[in-house]
C-alpha cells in the first residue's frame, strides 16, 4: 500500500494562490489513480479532482472548476494541486488518496494540510 505525504498549505487571503504537493513511496506511483479531497471544520470530507493513472483524465468538483489544477510527476511520485484566486469557502484540511488502478475504493490516505484562506 502507498503511503503518502502532503506538504504545501498555509494561511494566505483571498485571491491568492497555493500548490499542495503528496508525494507517494511505498508502491509504483503510476498504478495509481489520485485524487484530492478536503474537509472544512464541522462538515464532512468532500471531493475536489482527481486523475488516472497516466495524468490525462482529470475530473473537478464544481466549487473548484476553473480555479484548480491537478497534475502529476511520475518521474517523481508526486501529485500536485494548483489552488488560484482562493476563497474563504476553500479553508479545510485537503487529504490525497490513492487507489489501484481498476479499483474503486480510495484506499491510502496523507495527513493532510491545512490551507486557510482569509478575507
Known amino acids: 500500500q502507498v503511503q503518502l505525504v502532503e506538504s504545501g498549505g498555509g494561511l494566505v487571503q483571498a485571491g491568492d494562490s497555493l500548490r499542495l504537493s503528496c508525494t507517494a513511496s511505498?508502491?509504483?506511483?503510476?498504478?495509481?489513480?489520485m485524487a484530492w479531497f478536503r474537509q472544512a471544520p464541522g462538515k464532512e470530507r468532500e471531493f475536489v479532482v482527481r486523475i488516472n493513472w497516466s495524468g490525462d483524465s482529470t475530473y473537478y468538483a464544481d466549487s473548484v472548476k476553473g480555479r484548480f489544477t491537478i497534475s502529476r510527476d511520475n518521474a517523481k511520485n508526486t501529485l500536485y494541486l494548483q489552488m488560484n484566486s482562493l476563497k474563504p469557502e476553500d479553508t479545510a484540511v485537503y487529504y490525497c488518496?490513492?487507489?489501484?488502478?481498476?479499483?474503486?475504493?480510495?484506499?491510502?490516505w496523507g495527513q493532510g494540510t491545512q490551507v486557510t484562506v482569509s478575507l
Open positions: 511505498g508502491g509504483t506511483f503510476s498504478n495509481y489513480d
Open positions: 488518496t490513492a487507489r489501484l488502478r481498476g479499483l474503486v475504493r480510495y484506499n491510502s
